[in-house]
């Protein structure tokens, strides 16, 4: 393999390498937000509303 078959793999490479997640992320949007919060999460905050005394 000559440099110039060298140069151009690893250019195509970190092209492929910047390129894929974007268009991945574009194609397969996640959708991590949740609109209600999970009942654990209410309970949790919940029962820790109440200052505790030390006295």
Excluded: H, R, Y
């Excluded at 991590?32 to 919060?37: G, L, S």
């Amino acid at each position: 393999m000559s440099l110039i078959d060298g140069i151009f793999l690893t250019l195509l490479n970190s092209v492929a390498c910047l390129a894929l997640p974007k268009m991945l992320s574009i194609i397969l949007p996640v959708n991590n937000q949740n609109t209600e919060p999970s009942k654990s999460a209410m309970k949790s905050q919940e029962s820790n509303s109440e200052i505790p005394s030390f006295s």
